[in-house]
């Protein structure tokens, strides 16, 4: 199934090819409302093959791509509105210094994208999920590069989305597929692709990375590669409801296998009898989770090979040890450390870095100087959590210094909950500093769609030869800043 050099051209040229189709709002929203349709009757199908590539279950699978369904039409109302096209017109204005000319503005979308599927969610971060959804609200066209753990799904997929196309006119090549390593690197070199979205790990996703800024013409290369999303619980949090935090950390960090790429890897808890009764309940509620497949047996190798090596340095103890379950599973399990250790360079950084499976690390911190020694080193993440007693919550004691301290470590800041779960909303920001993404973008919520598009402004253009979107009457009845008055 590997596809040649030759096969990749031709998938991208053919999305090209479909680019005209897409010029239409009307029509790409119909379309992403088609898709999700699509996607729906041929549920039963759908699950039946990714349960079989994934053992991820009908039950999670289901709920999965539902929420891909829910996205689509989610974009496909944005189009509708067209708010994300930033129409923007200024009429001549001599008296300002410098005079202003006519200018107006709008966004158009770049090109094809290319769309590398990630392993974890074969539907909502796959061949129909988030970055085809946005690219194609975008205007633009996509060639998916499958991932090698749900070809089989992928291909399925693939045809239902084309089905979808088609009964808008709309070429079937809109909608390509690639399959192979080899692929993924001559799709990136394509020089009619002209961005990229990427879910996956940080090595794959830096050589990518690299490849699109090492082009003639580089492109914009929207990466999310990996993440540790620290956890820091306060004394006073700990004293308030040990039970219940071990408890929900139990849950967040063994959700789906710990296959989410926001789960709790490093969880700060003070030392002492309160954080004692919080890892007691973490214990409990771990040793109570069954063991479960990851994805396929490279990850699982990577999993016991990873927590072994951890487990083996100095000072790391390890309460419920993770490791292989069976030949195919592996149980859940959680390290801890003193946070002393993370607080300068050494063997131990192998601890700040993310373990892909059902794994958290527990540092225990002595003071609040070792809990800004620890978040002073970490990288960039999706997400950060406190953990806060009510008190704090409401605003007295260290709760908004603490709130502070981990914002820059972050794209999305939690008080009192669990990072798993990434709801699909316009406030929705799921990206960070680097190298949790590559770029400032959200691959998650409407503006997920703004990665696809470039700005163009037109200066003195005559009405008559205007996009309908710039004229003055607002034709199109759309969203826009004119002479600087918001209007809706």
Known sequence: MEATAQEVDAAVRAADAARGALTDRTVRAAFLRTAADELKAAEST??????????????RLAGELARTCYQLRAFADIVDEGEFLGVVVNHPDDTATPPIPDLRRYKVPLGVVAVYSASNFPFAFSVPGGDTASALAAGCPVVVKAHPDHPGLSELVAKVLRRAAARHDIPEGVVGLVHGFEAGIELIKHPLIAAAGFTGSIRGGRALFDAAAARPVPIPFHGELGS???????????????EAIGAGLAGSMTLG????CVKPGLVLVPAGAAGDGLVKSLTDAVSDTDAGVLLDHRMRDNFVAGVAERAALPDVESPVTPGPGGEHTVSAGFLTVPAARLTTEGEHDLLLEEC???????????????????????????????QLSAEEAAGEGAGAALLAEVTPLAGRVLVNGWPTGVAVAAAQHHGGPYPATTSTSTSVGGSAVER???PVAYQGVPEALLPAELRDGNPLGLPRRFNGVLER
């Open 452 to 454: 696809w598009l470039r």
């Open 228 to 242: 540790l999303n620290p956890v820091v619980v306060t004394e006073a949090a700990a004293t308030e409801r040990a």
């Open 356 to 386: 892909f499976g059902p794994v958290t690390v527990v540092a225990r911190y002595e003071d609040e100087a070792e809990v800004r020694g620890v978040l002073a080193r970490l990288p960039g993440n999706l997400t950060a959590t406190v």
């Open 257 to 260: 296998v710990g296959q989410f």
């Open 46 to 59: 759908l699950v039946e093959v990714a349960d079989a590539e994934t053992a991820l279950g009908p039950v």
